[in-house]
């Protein structure tokens, strides 16, 4: 059984595509006596009683095609953390997915919500029907993914992004920071039918990072080279404002960046604060680590279209060093409850759990290369 078990858990570590990580995923489960866990709803860390009756009530009101009952029900438990059911403890004893009560809730109650939305009901108008959606769309929060910096490392993110992408779990809110400023800068400024060619490896520009060479290291300059930088962005991301990038989009990034004077605050820069800074610019300003890349002027559209510099009296660095991970003004911003981390800084390895007692080079390697985990925060 061991054996088995190593053998599964080397598949789930090379898997090349979620597919593949699943299958494996759901065999480790079998074999390692997850599966029965998942079967029984009992447990101390939610209330699984509550969850039961609830799902009982929507699937009676949704088989007897009673609209006012369903809407009553969801209204009354339309949240991200039901009976503490987002409780990261429920998803610690499987290697995927948790217990079968809580898949079967989450999936009638997108059952009910598919329903209300497609049927037409003589004693339910639309006006009713779009105050609904949007009461519980508020209520019910949305998903955020967030990405962090790690220089060369931000590469990582876009794994993350593509398994996201081909099983149509992309958020529309993400933020990035630093090298994740680029990836969301990206995926921001590029529509659905356009994000296909950022996946084949020969689409993406990443000469990103080039030495100024020792002449300029003895002239104090920054390590990296600036131009080299700009012109990675000029190459990936589309020349748009925050606001057109959503217009054009739909998605709204928000791109991090810290105060070159340390008396001025750190700003999350998207379509709602900064509609017409230039994404380029943000990415760019975001990736300015202090003593590697230069510090940077943003710009912005003013009322005649043209370009102009955005504060020119203010210069700004590395997002990631003031606020890496934003998920409280994303909460305030969009109403986020829950985030989709993508984590690449080398820095945070020390603090990452492990079940394990590993030590040594090598884990610290595999630590930093997985380093992409999924945290449910409930507001």
């Known amino acids: 059984m061991k054996r088995s078990l190593k053998a599964i858990e080397q598949a789930i570590n090379n898997a090349e595509n979620y597919l593949s990580w699943r299958a494996a995923c759901l065999e480790h489960d079998r074999l390692s006596g997850a599966e029965s866990w998942k079967e029984d709803d009992v447990s101390p860390h939610y209330d699984y009683a509550l969850i039961r009756m609830r799902l009982n009530e929507l699937r009676q009101a949704r088989e007897k095609n009673n609209v006012e009952q369903l809407v009553f029900n969801l209204h009354e438990g339309l949240h991200g953390n039901l009976g503490n059911i987002a409780n990261p403890e429920l998803y610690k004893y499987a290697k995927i997915g948790t217990k079968r009560l809580i898949s079967e809730y989450l999936e009638e109650v997108s059952a009910a919500l598919d329903y209300i939305c497609d049927n037409d009901f003589s004693n339910f108008s639309f006006q009713r029907k779009l105050k609904f959606f949007r009461s519980t769309g508020q209520a019910f929060g949305c998903s955020a993914l967030m990405l962090s910096g790690g220089a060369g490392l931000g590469m990582f993110h876009l794994g993350v992004i593509k398994a996201l992408w081909e099983q149509g779990l992309l958020p529309t809110v993400m933020s990035g920071s630093s090298a994740g400023s680029i990836m969301a ?44 930088l700009e012109m990675c962005l000029e190459k990936n991301v589309a020349d748009l404002t925050f606001e057109e990038a959503f217009e054009k989009t739909g998605r709204a990034i928000n791109i991090t960046v810290s105060p070159a004077d340390p008396h001025q605050e750190a700003r999350l820069l998207n379509a709602k604060t900064a509609p017409n800074v230039l994404v380029r610019k943000a990415s760019l300003a975001s990736c300015a680590i202090p003593g590697v890349f230069p510090s940077v002027t943003l ?34 911003l969009y109403g986020v409850n829950h985030a989709i981390v993508s984590q690449t800084n080398p820095h945070v390895v020390p603090f990452l759990s ?10 610290f390697i595999r630590q930093l290369i997985s380093a992409n985990w999924t945290v449910n925060a409930s507001f």
């Open 185 to 228: 800068a990206v995926l921001g400024t590029h529509t659905d039918a356009e994000l296909a060619e950022i996946f084949d490896p020969e689409y993406l520009y990443v000469e990103a990072f080039r030495l100024v060479g020792w002449k300029g290291l003895l002239k104090g300059k920054p390590l990296l080279r600036g131009d080299q």
């Open 299 to 332: 710009w912005a559209k003013n009322i005649k279209g043209e370009k102009v510099p955005y504060i020119p009296s203010r210069k700004w660095i590395d997002g990631s060093l003031k606020n890496d991970l934003p998920l409280s003004r994303l909460s305030r």
């Open 354 to 363: 492990r079940n394990d007692h590993q030590t040594g080079f090598s884990y």
